[in-house]
């Protein structure tokens, strides 16, 4: 989606659909309740069910970028937990 947006004038309608499913995909797998990530999730959603003639690819791929970055951080975190309970035992 990100690669689809990279150098668009606008963006088209599949697409949008498509930042909407992940919003909401990302809504129901936000088992830690991560505050951030749902702001974020949020503004996904808003800015893809805004009017076709409003939506900018650039917001929603900064957006995007801000969810990668915060998933990256969220499973670097959770993999650190996992290595140190498995030293513990």
Do not use: C, H, Y
């Not at 909401?24 to 800015?47: A, G, H, R």
């Not at 670097?76 to 035992?89: G, K, P, S």
């Amino acid at each position: 989606m990100r690669d689809t947006l990279k150098d668009a004038r606008f963006v088209p309608g599949q697409t949008a659909k498509s930042a909407r499913e992940l919003a909401k995909w990302f809504k129901l797998m936000n088992f830690q309740n991560d505050q951030d990530l749902d702001l974020l999730v949020t503004e996904l959603n808003s800015l893809a069910s805004a009017k076709r003639e409003t939506r900018r690819p650039g917001d929603i791929t900064e957006v995007l970028n801000d969810i990668i970055r915060a998933t990256q951080k969220n499973a670097r975190q959770f993999m650190q937990r996992n290595r140190f309970d498995a030293l513990e035992v």
